[in-house]
């Protein structure tokens, strides 16, 4: 895995941070093929409880594409330019939003374009007060890719997305916060840390409960009131099934914290 991208896993929570701050964390070759790699590793490897999904430095969380390869690659007339959603954007939104595990997108400054798109397929977003967010794409003459199209409406509705899609502009904290794309807002200098502290609570929490919560919430939105009952069955039989289940309700009943094991 490239230095651009880095990983770790501790107690049960993977940490993924972008790491070309001087770069505004954009997406070259190496990062996305980094990122995708770390991404779907998290997502694989049963060990992993929850996940962070942050960047290095205070000024951007991802600006998207790095125009300057891109610049470079439109020159070279290179079959690669647009094959990057194929091949990177898209498994990376899929692992994020499909994986059986909470995603935390810690938000420490410019999320744009792509970037704007992983955290928006993060099940949660906590962003700092000088943080902002962009669509950006209608701004180079592109469409919607990295899932917005797909997770934007879902957050702010389709009237917001599309006004936010068709006339690209800066989203601060507060408006953010105010359209349900921030789900906390944080002083800047305790983003790193309280973001570690939520993802962490996750990672210690009902782990098969939570993977329920997430499908359950994106089955619904593309399906009737019948098939989601019965989804919602499916699932609530498959939770009650898991040994956190059985070690909640003892818990509850000592009243004591109970102590999951994330199966």
């Not at 990983?7 to 770069?23: C, F, H, Q």
Request: proline share 3%.
């Amino acid at each position: 895995m490239a230095d651009t991208v880095l990983y770790e896993v501790s107690d049960g929570l993977a940490t993924i941070t972008l790491n070309r701050p001087e770069a505004m964390n954009a997406l070259n070759l190496a990062t996305k093929v980094a990122l995708r790699e770390a991404v779907e590793a998290a997502a694989s490897d049963n060990a992993v409880r929850a996940v962070l999904l942050t960047a290095a430095g205070d000024r951007a969380f991802c600006v998207g594409q790095d125009l300057k390869e891109h610049i470079g690659l439109l020159a070279e007339g290179s079959g690669q330019v647009m094959s990057t959603v194929k091949e990177h954007y898209n498994p990376v939104v899929k692992a994020l939003t499909t994986m059986a595990k909470p995603v935390v997108a810690g938000v420490n400054g410019v999320a744009a374009g792509a970037g704007f798109g992983f955290a928006l397929a993060a099940d949660y977003r906590v962003v700092a007060d000088t943080a902002s967010f962009n669509t950006s794409f209608a701004g180079v003459a592109l469409t919607a890719d990295s899932g917005v199209s797909w997770t934007l409406p879902r957050v702010v509705g389709p009237g917001r997305a599309a006004d936010l899609l068709l006339f690209p502009r800066t989203v601060k904290a507060q408006e953010a916060y105010e359209l349900g794309i921030a789900n906390r807002v944080v002083p800047a200098a305790s983003l790193h840390t309280t973001a570690e502290q939520v993802a962490r609570m996750l990672a210690e929490g009902p782990t098969v409960a939570y993977a329920a919560i997430k499908e359950a919430v994106a089955y619904g939105f593309s399906h009737s009131l019948a098939e989601t009952l019965e989804k919602e069955d499916e699932l609530q039989t498959r939770a009650g099934a898991s040994q956190d289940h059985g070690i909640a309700v003892q818990a509850f009943v000592n009243k004591e914290t109970p102590k999951y094991l994330g199966r």
